[in-house]
């Protein structure tokens, strides 16, 4: 399907005239009166982000990802403000998971008992990547595994780190149980962003450096003097969604911002997990443009989080990500495909006037979105937008 670069002024109408836009799913169990609970605090917590963001700001090139307000998006859009946060430029790797996968890594090389003899995951791309960076960083081996739909842009740059990549037959998925299997057989540590029975630790581990970025942008938009009303953040497994829940829970309480999970229409287990009040698992190939986001089964540690603290679940269509990229370029921001995710649902709702009341998105609204990847494969990005993610940027800096 071809999109045309869409006007600045008739983008919203554009998405609105999508017959099949997007599925608002309101979570029917949402508990909005109550403190977060002290049993998920074990899973997520403000204490061990602490520590994580203490961890994580000794690195060296560590700083604060840009905050980018999108001030005349948001007067088309009838809303207060919103806010960008600009994930593309944290440590050189394009996208947030460098806070994940690396952190729990270098906490696996640190340990008491001697690093592991090697790492290994299962990633769409990103978390691998991460994982991988980390391994170096650490001087130890990395073998990270993709499935079927992972391009080869981003394989290669998995490689760059020094990693062995092997390709396996299936979905997301599929991956991660043949690399759970392969590193019980050789002795490996899997460094997952997605939780099952008896494999927990490292994955709190993984979430718990995703919540620095909330910190972040908290902080970046005025703290808690002026908090965001609305958050449209990724989905995936869940855990840089349960990671922002649970920090805006704990630390805003029943006040906290509404927060709207995002998935693919083509891969939305967590949406359709919140319609049937129990956990779902896809199968299939999971296709979507959103390769980031290409996951049928929840981490159950994430869903904990997300059950009972997720305002609402959004699966949106692939069509929705091509003009959200070309609309952030624009403005200079750079926006991969599942980057632009909640900027994409965003969009929808605003659009949509049962949506829109549903959310209670209006004109004192304050959106807060994360970019969580920037130009992650260079050559899909110029097509999709039909420039370079050099270009855009230079653009900015003229």
Known sequence: ?????????????????????????????????????????????????????????????????????????????????????????????????????????????????????????????????????????????????????????RAQAIRGFGAEVRRVPGNYDDSVRIAAADAAREGWTVVSDTSWEGYQDIPRDVMQGYGVMVGEAIAQGGGEASPPTHVFVQGGVGGIAAATVAHLWERFGAARPRVVVVEPDKADCLTRSAEAGRVVHLSGDLDTIMAGLSCGEPSPLAWAVLDPGADAFMAIADASIAPAMRLLAADGVVGGESGVAGLAALLVAAGDAAMRAALGLDASSRVLLFGTEGATDPALYEELVGESAERVMERVAA
């Open 1 to 153: 399907m071809s999109i045309g670069f869409p006007g600045r002024h008739n983008f919203p109408r554009m998405i609105r005239s999508d017959p099949h836009p997007a599925r608002l799913v309101p979570n029917p169990r949402l508990d909005r009166a109550s403190a977060y609970p002290d049993a998920l605090k074990p899973i997520l917590s403000l204490a061990a982000e602490e520590e994580a963001r203490r961890e994580i700001a000794s690195w060296t090139g560590y700083a604060p990802t840009p905050l980018r307000g999108l001030p005349a998006l948001a007067r088309e859009l009838g809303l207060a403000t919103i806010s960008f946060k600009e994930e593309q430029h944290r440590f050189g790797l394009r996208s947030f998971k460098a806070l994940g996968g690396a952190y729990a890594v270098k906490k696996l090389a640190a340990a008491p008992g001697g690093p592991p003899a090697a790492v290994c995951c299962a990633t769409d791309g990103n978390h691998g990547r991460s994982v991988a960076w980390g391994a170096r960083e650490a001087g130890l081996r990395c073998v990270i595994y993709i499935h079927e739909g992972v391009s080869e842009g």
